[in-house]
T-cell receptor, first 112, second 113 residues
Framework: GESVGLHLPTLSVQEGDNSIINCAYS??????FIWYKQESGKGPQFIID?????DKRQGQRVTVLLNKTVKHLSLQIAATQPGDSAVYFC???????????FGAGTRLAVHP | DTEVTQTPKHLVMGMTNKKSLKCEQH?????MYWYKQKAKKPPELMFV???????INESVPSRFSPECPNSSLLNLHLHALQPEDSALYLC????????????FGSGTRLTVV
């Protein structure tokens, strides 16, 4: 299930289940979006990106969906594994600027 | 080479010290960034360099001074910091204009005492 802590919401899933992490972005002019995974003590690691002229993009075990109407982004992880446990951030790049702004983040906890 | 390398990995400094953080990439990226990240928070943009020129300063206090000596290097000079400046400082680079290839380093964990 999902819970909202003081600073970071947490999504708890069972190993093997599919995970869906959601993100609301702020700028309707943003035209490029990235999902990052960040493990403890490490920098953000690129997972998948999508441009605003697309609604969906698939990678290996991951899918990103973009709904520009409601300014919503989601990351779907298939067959979640313990190694997927981390904090996941969405980030948006406002058109015309090299300005990548991060969302609040969601902690994904995968239980065996 | 597809990495952004940051040094040092850890730094402890006093409030009267002067220190520098270093960042290097050899991917041919022409945009480089400094972010600050507090615990359980997202990275916050500090500075953007585009073609070695400062293009964005997100109202960062002057005790943080960025420098881009060439297209592969980015420094962050620190002076008279406060304990609340303790954080993970992340460097990133990307292709300019194409808005792609954003790659982050592992960061420098800074503690101000």
């Amino acid at each position: 299930g999902e819970s909202v802590g003081l600073h970071l919401p947490t999504l708890s899933v069972q190993e093997g289940d599919n995970s869906i992490i959601n993100c609301a972005y702020s700028n309707s002019a943003s035209d490029y979006f990235i999902w990052y995974k960040q493990e403890s003590g490490k920098g953000p690691q690129f997972i998948i990106d999508i441009r605003s002229n697309m609604d969906k993009r698939q990678g290996q075990r991951v899918t990103v969906l973009l709904n520009k109407t409601v300014k919503h982004l989601s990351l779907q992880i298939a067959a979640t594994q313990p190694g997927d446990s981390a904090v996941y951030f969405c980030a948006e790049n406002s058109g015309g600027y090299n300005k990548l702004i991060f969302g609040a983040g969601t902690r994904l906890a995968v239980h065996p | 080479d597809t990495e952004v390398t940051q040094t040092p990995k850890h730094l402890v400094m006093g409030m009267t010290n002067k220190k520098s953080l270093k960042c290097e990439q050899h991917m041919g990226h022409r945009a480089m960034y400094w972010y600050k990240q507090k615990a359980k928070k997202p990275p916050e943009l500090m500075f953007v360099y585009s073609y070695e020129k400062l293009s964005i300063n997100e109202s960062v206090p002057s005790r943080f001074s960025p420098e881009c000596p060439n297209s592969s290097l980015l420094n962050l000079h620190l002076h008279a910091l406060q304990p609340e400046d303790s954080a993970l400082y992340l460097c990133a680079s990307s292709q300019d204009r194409g808005r792609a290839g954003y790659t982050f380093g592992s960061g420098t964990r800074l503690t101000v005492v």
